[in-house]
Every structure is written in structure tokens, then in C-alpha cells.
Nanobody
Framework: QVQVVESGGGLVQAGGSLRLSCAAS????????MGWYRQTPGEQRVWVAA???????NYADSVKGRFTISRENAKNTVYLEMHSLKPEDTGVYYC?????????WGKGTLVTVSS
């Protein structure tokens, strides 16, 4: 079983920055991908960013140039640096990990961007 725990959410003014962290722990052989999704009330969860083995990163168009995803392999941890935040970035951010071919989700961390 794999546990995924996010941290770092909070309230920030528009234009501000936040850093989210996500750590995976438990019994697994290899993590192939780590990433982030965002969900707002009444909406589906939407993909934000991902980083795969080797360090390749991908971003949703809405966050390109503002968000940076990075990974610390030794700690099985992924980070999401968020800058120039906008009110539309508000939502619960979920970390997702693919370990040994299975996807796992964290419980989410709330990010609120005030205008």
C-alpha cells in the first residue's frame, strides 16, 4: 500500500506564491510518475502538472510559465511552486502518484487565492 500526503496549501492574495509538497511512502518498488490535479466545488478534477521518471515535466496551458513541478527522488517527494497566482487557481490540489503501475491519490490541500 502507498500513502500520499500533501501539504503547503493556504490563503494567498492574487499575484502571490505558494509551494505545495507531496510525499509518497509505503511499500512499492518504483514510482514512474508524480503530479498534481485541481478540483473546485461542482467541477471535475483537472490535471495541472506532472513529472515522470527522467525528469520530463508537463503543464496545463493555464499554468505554464507560472507553476514549476519538481521531484526529489530520494525522498519520493514532489513539489509544485506556484507563482503569479490568480483567483482561478483556487481549489483543492490533489497529488497523484503512479507506483508499480497503480495510481494513488492524496486527500488534497486547499489553495485559496483572493482577488
Amino acid at each position: 500500500q502507498v500513502q500520499v500526503v500533501e501539504s503547503g496549501g493556504g490563503l494567498v492574495q492574487a499575484g502571490g506564491s505558494l509551494r505545495l509538497s507531496c510525499a509518497a511512502s509505503g511499500s512499492f518498488f518504483r514510482i514512474s510518475s508524480m503530479g498534481w490535479y485541481r478540483q473546485t466545488p461542482g467541477e471535475q478534477r483537472v490535471w495541472v502538472a506532472a513529472i515522470i521518471t527522467g525528469g520530463t515535466t508537463n503543464y496545463a496551458d493555464s499554468v505554464k510559465g507560472r507553476f514549476t513541478i519538481s521531484r526529489e527522488n530520494a525522498k519520493n517527494t514532489v513539489y509544485l511552486e506556484m507563482h503569479s497566482l490568480k483567483p482561478e487557481d483556487t481549489g483543492v490540489y490533489y497529488c497523484t502518484v503512479i507506483a508499480d503501475g497503480t495510481r494513488y491519490w492524496g486527500k488534497g490541500t486547499l489553495v485559496t487565492v483572493s482577488s
